[in-house]
T-cell receptor, first 112, second 113 residues
Framework: DAKTTQPPSMDCAEGRAANLPCNHS???????VYWYRQIHSQGPQYIIH???NNETNEMASLIITEDRKSSTLILPHATLRDTAVYYC?????????????FGGGTRLMVKP | DAGVTQSPTHLIKTRGQQVTLRCSPK?????VSWYQQALGQGPQFIFQ???????QRGNFPDRFSGHQFPNYSSELNVNALLLGDSALYLC????????????FGQGTRLTVV
């Protein structure tokens, strides 16, 4: 699986959009981009994933650049409960869903 | 529908002892993976079980072993515990296939003294 690079920490004001970047310049054509988050002392939680097209669900939006070398996770209206470590992961499709390579992630602090 | 459940939630062991951690996957899932998460770091993949066999393994010594049962539940065993084995141990389950997401349990906090 390709490696990812994320900023170690970010701050966001409550109610504003949080935009979390991820670089995955060595991604191959069939690898998916996944995002998970981990709230303190809990297990990681799946947020969203995509291959080429932008994706949106009830939690977030995922924007993948046309060359697929980077992506951005967008939390449209961040709340204090969104404070967590966010992990961007690139995964092969033949890799069973739960074999994931985590990096250091981005520690997002949502402030009042 | 219960998600992934792990037991126990916390335990303390002495160096040299052996420990067994347990995981019940989310209903309908057939694949289980185990992760070790040291304080301040991301989870590190230990191994994955499918059809009661170890399918993939990360860079962990043979002291770490596992088992999967016919009902898809799983155990992680660690022998000859070291202080460095102190960590949060996470179990993740999924349905084997393309593009499926993993669901994680809340983890077992192991402290080795």
């Amino acid at each position: 699986d390709a490696k990812t690079t994320q900023p170690p920490s970010m701050d966001c004001a409550e109610g504003r959009a949080a935009n979390l970047p991820c670089n995955h310049s060595t991604i191959s054509g069939n690898e998916y981009v996944y995002w998970y988050r981990q709230i303190h002392s809990q297990g990681p939680q799946y947020i969203i994933h995509g291959l080429k097209n932008n994706e949106t669900n009830e939690m977030a939006s995922l924007i993948i650049t046309e060359d697929r070398k980077s992506s951005t996770l967008i939390l449209p209206h961040a709340t204090l409960r969104d404070t967590a470590v966010y992990y961007c992961i690139v995964r092969e499709p033949n890799n069973a869903g739960n074999m994931l390579t985590f990096g250091g992630g981005t520690r997002l602090m949502v402030k009042p | 529908d219960a998600g992934v459940t792990q037991s126990p939630t916390h335990l303390i062991k002495t160096r040299g002892q052996q420990v067994t951690l347990r995981c019940s996957p989310k209903s309908g899932h057939d694949t289980v993976s185990w992760y070790q998460q040291a304080l301040g770091q991301g989870p590190q993949f230990i191994f994955q079980y499918y059809e009661e066999e170890e399918r993939q393994r990360g860079n962990f010594p043979d002291r770490f072993s596992g088992h999967q049962f016919p009902n898809y539940s799983s155990e992680l065993n660690v022998n000859a515990l070291l202080l460095g084995d102190s960590a949060l141990y996470l179990c993740a389950s999924s349905l084997r296939g393309r593009g499926t997401e993993a669901f994680f349990g809340q983890g077992t906090r192991l402290t080795v003294v």
